[in-house]
């Protein structure tokens, strides 16, 4: 059986080419966790994850001085069993931030690797529901200075001419009225047959704050409203759905399978935007996927298209992929070496084993540089 061998590590900090803006905050750059893991047969395989835009080198210490002793020397398909010591090793640092992050990533390397040394595609590896393409949503909508409700539904009109049937927006930044009437710019761009979904970036604080907003937006038929509170506020995620016929979805920065079943018990989200950079990689993503059909509850992961592609092809229960259509805002794929096609809204999986992709070395040593551990 293949043991693992060695990892190598780094932060790649990315500028964005331009500052953008959120409902409550703006970025100007991006720290993305790399990770490479390696087997005594020479196959590779790759993780990585977001983590915000400062301070990206905890990453690499997580990384390196905390779950890879844990790690090196152990046969790859012991994954449940490496996530377990991984998980346990870090109690103290971790549950949850950028160490359980750091696990993610090292987490989907193994799987990678896996599916790369059994010369399967990741999504085939897993079991596939849809062995060909996934339904894929048009992220943008952000907010950007000078940006006029006309240009924002430019915007959103263009994401449906090229081939999307769904879009999304970021809403919460302006007044009830000034974001009502955003919304319905968006809407009447996209016409009545479009999913258009709204992204508030834990823009409330409280629910009557929010029932302001979310009333307003209940005309134009919104297929979700996204975080509208901070991630730990459960209880007022669930008020929020049981005072709108909106949908609510939640849990991208959600961390395990605990703090998911806690949101689904109290009726928090009928959507998870569960990410697997995030969560605790591929196993944990497969373990909370499996909670939320028990509860009819489905997944519209939170960005990385290139990483969930392939988990939503294998869970009947996954809807879309979140595809951004350039790198303004997700500049990660600056750093890989093949892109994933998109195709009359649908994102085409990638049939060669594994990820079906590699990082791009020039480009990542552009912004970081690797450390290997042994």
């Known amino acids: 059986m293949p043991k693992i061998s060695s990892i190598d590590v780094c932060t790649a900090s990315v500028p964005l080419d331009r500052a953008t803006s959120f409902s409550n905050r703006s970025v100007a750059v991006r720290h993305y966790g790399l990770v490479k893991v390696r087997s005594d047969d020479g196959v590779q395989g790759i993780g990585f994850c977001y983590i915000g835009s400062s301070a990206g080198r905890i990453f690499d210490e997580a990384v390196a001085a905390l779950l890879a002793p844990v790690v090196l020397g152990r046969d790859s398909y012991d994954i449940e069993g490496i996530w377990s010591s991984m998980y346990q090793e870090s109690l103290l640092q971790g549950r949850a931030g950028v160490v359980m992050r750091a696990i993610s990533a090292i987490d989907t390397a193994l799987w990678d690797l896996n599916a790369r040394t059994n010369r399967l595609p990741l999504h085939r590896y897993l079991g596939a529901a849809l062995p060909e393409s996934v339904p894929a949503y048009a ?199 093949r892109q994933l096609e998109f195709k009359n809204g649908r994102v085409m999986l990638h049939q060669e084993p594994g990820l079906g992709f590699d990082f791009d070395e020039v480009q990542v040593g552009k912004y970081a540089q690797w450390q290997n551990v042994k």
């Open 139 to 337: 992220s943008g909508g952000y907010y950007l200075d000078g940006k006029t409700d006309a240009v924002l539904a430019d915007e959103m009109r263009h994401y449906v001419e090229l081939g999307f049937r769904a879009v999304k927006m970021k809403t919460g930044r302006f007044s009830p009225k000034e974001e009502a009437s955003r919304v319905r710019a968006a809407r009447e761009a996209v016409g009545k047959d479009v999913d258009l979904m709204l992204d508030c970036n834990n823009a409330w604080l409280d629910l009557t704050e929010a029932l302001r907003y979310v009333r307003r937006f209940e005309e134009f038929e919104p297929y979700f409203i996204e975080e509208p509170f901070g991630p730990d506020d459960i209880e007022n995620h669930a008020r929020l759905a049981r005072g709108t016929q909106v949908p609510i979805a939640t849990a991208e920065i959600g961390y395990g399978r605990w703090y998911h079943k806690a949101l689904l018990d109290c009726g928090g989200a009928s959507i998870l935007q569960t990410d697997a950079a995030v969560c605790g990689g591929i196993t944990e993503w497969k373990r909370i996927a499996a909670t939320a059909s028990s509860y009819g509850v489905v997944l519209c992961p939170h960005w990385f298209h290139d990483l969930h592609a392939p988990l939503v092809a294998a869970t009947p229960n996954a809807r879309y992929v979140e595809l951004f259509p350039d790198d303004q805002v997700l500049n990660f794929r600056r750093l890989i070496d």
